[in-house]
């Protein structure tokens, strides 16, 4: 089983649709939670922080439930510049001690007009 | 601005010949990073150096050598790299330890990458 897990998508939504991610990751001993944005031949930039209550940022949502091991980020009010690849992103400290952040497969996203 | 500013962005080598990928941050972490990134794949990391110690190599082959002479500057030296290692190499750094996402201090920033061509 893979330490973190994303549905690859591809999502083709309209403008103006809500969409939903969601991810699931193996260790529960994870500490830290991300959603990454990655648009094509570019880095991933960060698009949020998962607090432990959840959090808003405009239009993005996200939610962290550790009892079943996963994250979410929903998407209100599709833009077509929303079109690009969400990485799901775990921060774990194993037993080296030293952190390291493990990434999901991504979900592509397609908005269209 | 950018804060991790890798070099350079292109690369094309013979499988015969030694390169270096640099990368340099001016954020103050103590942790930097090398992932590897394949088309339609996510990054996949490969070494990770905390306080300028590498502490983390997850299997890499030697023909990858990482170095951190400072702080701020990681390397990546290439030598006899084989065709299937053409890739998206990116640089990242952020704060080692924990800290409740609230704090931001934790989140992986990342260079533009250099995108490597092995012939």
């Known amino acids: 089983r893979k330490e973190v897990e994303q549905d690859p998508g591809p999502f083709n939504v309209p403008e103006g649709a809500t969409v939903a991610f969601n991810c699931t990751y193996s260790n529960s001993a994870s500490q830290s939670f991300f959603w990454y944005r990655q648009d094509c031949r570019k880095e991933p930039k960060l698009l949020m922080s998962v607090y432990s209550s959840g959090n808003e940022d405009g239009r993005f949502t996200a939610q962290l439930n550790r009892a079943s091991q996963y994250i979410s980020l929903l998407i209100r009010d599709s833009k077509l510049s929303d079109s690009a690849t969400y990485l799901c992103?775990?921060?774990?400290?194993?037993?080296?001690?030293?952190?390291?952040?493990?990434f999901g497969t991504g979900t592509r996203l397609k908005v269209l007009a | 601005d950018t804060e991790v500013t890798q070099t350079p962005k292109h690369l094309v080598m013979g499988m015969t010949n030694k390169k270096s990928l640099k990368c340099e941050q001016h954020m103050g972490h103590r942790a930097m990073y090398w992932y590897k990134q394949k088309a339609k794949k996510p990054p996949e990391l490969m070494f990770v150096?905390?306080?300028?110690?590498?502490?983390i190599n997850e299997s890499v082959p030697s023909r990858f050598s990482p170095e951190c002479p400072n702080s701020s500057l990681l390397n990546l030296h290439l030598h006899a790299l084989q065709p299937e290692d053409s890739a998206l190499y990116l640089c990242a750094s952020s704060q080692p330890g924990r800290f409740r996402a609230e704090s931001g201090a934790n989140v992986l920033t990342f260079g533009a990458g250099s995108r490597l061509t092995v012939l």
């Open positions: 150096y905390s306080y300028e110690k590498l502490s």
């Open positions: 992103v775990v921060n774990m400290n194993p037993p080296s001690g030293t952190y390291k952040y493990i």
